[in-house]
C-alpha cells in the first residue's frame, strides 16, 4: 500500500486527484497507475484502469487471474467493472468511498452472483493515510469565501 500511496503523490503533484494503485502477480508488481484523468481529458484515466492496462501489456494477456489489485480509495463502479473483466483475484483498498464506491459501500460487485466472476475484497489498510491524503487535497481545493 505504501507503494500506491508513492503513485497517489505523483497525481497529486499532476495536479490529480491522488489515487495510486499497483496490481501484483504472484508477488511482483506488474502494473502501476495513478489518476490521469484532467491531464488526459480521459474519464477512464483511473489508477485502477491504468494499473489494469500495464498489467496486460505486461501479461500479454486482458486476463489476469491470479493477480491482486492494490489500491488507495476503494474502486468506482467503472474500475469495479474492469476488475470483473480482468478476472482479477483479490482487491486490497485503503479508504473507502462513501460516495462513489462499488465494492463495500455501494454496488458490493466483487462479491456479486449476479456477474460470472468474483473476487476477495481487503479493505482499511493504511486507512488513516489513504483517507487523509485525499481530505487534504480536496480542503485544499476548496474555496473560502470571504467577507
Not at 107 to 115: A, R
Amino acid at each position: 500500500m505504501r507503494e500506491a500511496l508513492e503513485e497517489a503523490g505523483k497525481a497529486e503533484c499532476a495536479g490529480e486527484i491522488p489515487v495510486g494503485a499497483l496490481v501484483l502477480i504472484n508477488g511482483k508488481i506488474v502494473g502501476r497507475g495513478h489518476n490521469h484523468c484532467i491531464q488526459t481529458h480521459d474519464p477512464s484515466a483511473h489508477a485502477e484502469i491504468l494499473a489494469l492496462r500495464q498489467a496486460a501489456r505486461f501479461m500479454k494477456n486482458y486476463r489476469l487471474p491470479g493477480s491482486i489489485l492494490i489500491v488507495t480509495v476503494e474502486p468506482c463502479v467503472m474500475c469495479a467493472g474492469a476488475l470483473v473483466q480482468a478476472r482479477v483475484e483479490e482487491v486490497i483498498y485503503g479508504a473507502a468511498d462513501t460516495k462513489a464506491g462499488a465494492l463495500d459501500s455501494h454496488f458490493h460487485i466483487g462479491s456479486s452472483l449476479q456477474l460470472n466472476h468474483r473476487f476477495a475484497v481487503t479493505s482499511g489498510i493504511l486507512e488513516t493515510e489513504c483517507s487523509a491524503r485525499l481530505s487534504a487535497f480536496f480542503a485544499s481545493r476548496r474555496y473560502v469565501a470571504s467577507d
